[in-house]
């Protein structure tokens, strides 16, 4: 991961923590958001029983 452009440009600004948490808010977000978008669209029935 050292070599990763990306990451070398987050560490710039924030510590790995905050940026882990960033990371795992981020992704969490897009997990809910994919469900969501499933579920409405029909294509997971199993996803409208939560």
Same mark, same amino acid.
Not at 14 to 40: H, K, P, Q, V
């Given at each position: 991961m %050292?070599n #990763? !452009?990306? !990451? !070398? &440009?987050?560490t +710039? #600004?924030?510590?790995? %923590?905050?940026? +882990? &948490?960033?990371? $795992?808010?981020i992704?969490a977000? =897009?997990?809910?958001?994919l469900?969501?978008? =499933?579920s409405?669209s029909?294509? $997971?029935?199993a =996803? *409208? *029983? *939560?």
């Amino acid at each position: 991961m %050292e070599n #990763f !452009n990306v !990451n !070398n &440009l987050f560490t +710039a #600004f924030t510590s790995d %923590e905050s940026l +882990a &948490l960033l990371l $795992i808010m981020i992704g969490a977000f =897009l997990l809910g958001w994919l469900a969501g978008w =499933l579920s409405r669209s029909g294509k $997971i029935k199993a =996803l *409208k *029983k *939560k």
